[in-house]
């Protein structure tokens, strides 16, 4: 595909569909800070009785990232980076936009690897999810990582928004860019504020109950 | 050129010196190397007339002969755009970097984003060849008399104006973090002079075909990041990351009309 259009392709995936996946995640990951364990299995039975769920996994998720991700490391790789000279919030930002790309690549491998997979292999099942989040998210390093990598992704989000409305034309001039740039930091904060009360929910002794059944498999798993 | 000694209070700056380190090299292909110099402090000294003091008694820091520097300057009052480099860090022109507003010691280097041909020389062809790319022109010649073109609205003229200030200097891509070996990037300064052409009404008669140029090969406008470094480096302040927003409304616009209107 010529320079143009596969960066546009990757400009716009990356807000339809993977961001909106990514708010999506947020709202249904917040059912289990809401409504506990209970709520959270709510939230993912309504996910998976939505028609041709496969495909639209395969669709809306799958494919788009990883054509986002790949092309997004090749973006990075092309970088130079010349911080030491402009200390702009704005180059920063650039910056910043290359490696939590680079971090949210690695960690969302990570992160399928652990949950979404796990259910293809029939180590645990969607009902329980909760609990092995629990048992996940209980353990130092495995809690630290996901913090560090929904921060980077959520970040990568809200700058690649701002960035989306720049390269499409929509925010032109100087004004417009920093009102967006306003609109997506209230968009960082409110995001990655829902995923970390929904990290913190799944350590609560609340989901541990339902983790207990499947903590020997996990163990086995993941060490 | 005044003489050191013709200036009156030139008693009391004699024991003043300034200290440069200037990143010389001496062919294409050679590896670049630092030359300290220690030059006398002359009230309102710029870059330029340092380097020309250097040019005059080539002489180092350690009091050893050496190769004058070269660099290249035209004009002396920033509108042409020759005597760029980076100075402390920041690409710039030498001619109105007072060494008086400079952090000591001075440190000069070639904007190495261009191919060097000799210490402070660099070779901007790549600039001027991406100008040919995306005809930065507007065609008015014809087998009979065209007549007069449509008149251009005031208020269009006065920003079309500012973007008319580029001079073609290089600072805009020595600054972009996405002009570099890996890429093909055109910079921004070609970019907007895309926005000045297709500004023009006469030129606007020819906007698609600057258009495309900058949607074809890897060269073209997907190249910016973003890190809006250009619009704080330029010299002339042209609101570069306005052009390139402006042009990617342009591009996008044009790329949903060739797929629906073919």
Redesign the interface.
Same mark, same amino acid.
């Given at each position: 595909m010529?320079?143009?259009? *596969? @960066?546009?392709v990757h400009s716009l995936l990356g807000l339809i569909p993977i961001s909106l996946f990514l708010i999506e995640h947020a709202i249904t990951n917040f059912a289990a800070y809401e409504g506990g364990p209970e709520g959270f299995r709510d939230a993912v039975r309504l996910l998976n009785d939505l028609p041709l769920v496969f495909f639209l996994e395969l669709f809306a998720i799958w494919l788009p990232l990883l054509f986002h991700g790949v092309y997004g490391l090749y973006?990075a790789? /092309? *970088? /130079?980076? #010349?911080l030491?000279?402009?200390k702009?919030e @704005? #180059?920063w @930002?650039?910056?910043m /936009?290359r490696i939590t790309g680079v971090i949210a690549f690695i960690f969302i491998i990570w992160h399928v690897y652990t949950t979404r997979f796990q259910i293809t292999l029939g180590n645990t099942t969607h009902d329980e999810l909760g609990g092995w989040m629990h048992n996940i998210v209980t353990q130092p390093g495995f809690f630290v990582f996901f913090l560090v990598g929904v921060i980077a992704t959520t970040f990568h989000f809200a700058n690649g928004v701002w *960035?989306f409305f720049?390269?499409?034309?929509?925010?032109?001039?100087?004004r417009a /860019?920093r009102i967006s740039s306003y609109i997506c930091l209230g968009l960082f904060v409110v995001v990655t504020a829902m995923f970390l009360m929904s990290l913190f929910a799944f350590r609560s002794a609340e989901f541990a109950d339902t983790a207990s059944v499947i903590t020997t498999t996990l163990h086995t798993m993941i060490g | 050129m005044a003489e050191t000694t013709a200036a009156p209070n030139a008693g009391q700056n004699t024991s003043r010196r300034v200290k440069f380190v200037i990143t010389r090299q001496d062919t294409p292909e050679t590896k670049p190397y630092t030359e300290e110099f220690d030059l006398p402090y002359r009230p309102g000294m710029n870059v330029i007339s340092a380097l020309m003091e250097i040019q005059r008694n080539p002489v180092n820091a350690e009091g050893g002969s050496t190769a004058p520097v070269c660099w290249e300057s035209n004009c002396l009052e920033e509108v042409c755009g020759a005597c760029s480099m980076v100075i402390n860090g920041k690409p710039r022109q030498a001619c109105s970097a007072l060494v008086d507003q400079l952090e000591q010691p001075v440190r000069i280097a070639p904007m190495s984003t261009f191919p060097v041909v000799r210490d402070l020389v660099i070779d901007r062809s790549r600039m001027f060849n991406a100008l040919k790319k995306v005809k930065a022109w507007i065609p008015i010649d014809g087998t009979y008399d065209l007549g007069a073109g449509p008149r251009m609205p005031e208020k269009k003229r006065q920003w079309a104006y500012e973007l008319s200030k580029c001079m073609t200097c290089g600072v805009c891509l020595q600054a972009c973090p996405n002009v570099n070996d890996k890429t093909d990037f055109i910079g921004p300064a070609a970019l907007s002079q895309v926005r000045l052409f297709n500004a023009h009404p006469t030129g606007e008669m020819n906007a698609d075909d600057r258009l495309d140029m900058l949607m074809e090969g890897s060269d073209g406008i997907e190249g910016c990041g973003n890190s809006q470094n250009c619009v704080r480096a330029c010299p002339k302040g042209i609101p570069l990351t306005t052009s390139i927003a402006e042009l990617n409304k342009q591009t996008t616009k044009r790329m949903f009309k060739r797929w629906f209107a073919q």
């Open positions: 010529k320079g143009y259009y *596969a @960066r546009k973006i790789y /092309q *970088a /130079q980076p #010349n030491g000279h402009f702009t @704005r #180059n @930002r650039f910056v /936009q *960035a720049v390269s499409w034309g929509i925010t032109v001039g100087p /860019q | -």
